[in-house]
C-alpha cells in the first residue's frame, strides 16, 4: 500500500516557524502533484499549496503567500512545507496528498481534493501563545 507520513508539526508562538515533512514509502513522490491541506477546528479543509510534477510550479493559498514555500527533495523522496510567520489562524491539522498527472500536469484544480488519490494522516500545528 502507498503511504504518506506527515512529520514536524507542533506548538509553535505566533511569529515562529515550523518546517513540515511529507516523506512517501513504496512510490516515489517525484512522479507526482503534491498538495498540502488544512483543516482547523470546525472548519473544512483547504489547499494550502501545491508543487506540480512536470515543471515545479508552486501554488498557495492567498492566506499563506509570502510566508510558506513548498519545496521538493527528491533525493530525499519528501516534499516539505517551510511555514514563516505563523498566525493563530494556521492552527489545524496539515496533510499531505499525492495525485497522479497528466503528461505531469495537474488534472483539474490544485485546491480540490479529488485532483489527489492517496493521503497522509495529518500532523498537529497549534499556533499560540
Known amino acids: 500500500q502507498l503511504q504518506l507520513v506527515e512529520s514536524g508539526g507542533g506548538l509553535v508562538q505566533p511569529g515562529g516557524s515550523l518546517r513540515l515533512s511529507c516523506a512517501a514509502s513504496?512510490?516515489?513522490?517525484?512522479?507526482?502533484?503534491i498538495g498540502w491541506f488544512r483543516q482547523a477546528p470546525g472548519k473544512e479543509r483547504e489547499g494550502v499549496s501545491c508543487?506540480?510534477?512536470?515543471?515545479?510550479?508552486?501554488y498557495y493559498a492567498d492566506s499563506v503567500k509570502g510566508r510558506f514555500t513548498i519545496s521538493r527533495a527528491n533525493a530525499e523522496n519528501t516534499v516539505y512545507l517551510q511555514m514563516n510567520s505563523l498566525k493563530p489562524e494556521d492552527t489545524g491539522v496539515y496533510y499531505c496528498?499525492?495525485?497522479?498527472?497528466?503528461?505531469?500536469?495537474?488534472?483539474?484544480?490544485?485546491?480540490?481534493?479529488?485532483?489527489?488519490?492517496?493521503w497522509g494522516m495529518g500532523t498537529q500545528v497549534t499556533v499560540s501563545s
Open positions: 496528498a499525492a495525485g497522479r498527472t497528466i503528461d505531469g500536469r495537474l488534472r483539474r484544480d490544485w485546491r480540490a481534493e479529488n485532483e489527489y488519490d492517496y
Open positions: 513504496r512510490f516515489t513522490l517525484d512522479y507526482y502533484t
Open positions: 508543487i506540480t510534477r512536470s515543471d515545479g510550479i508552486t
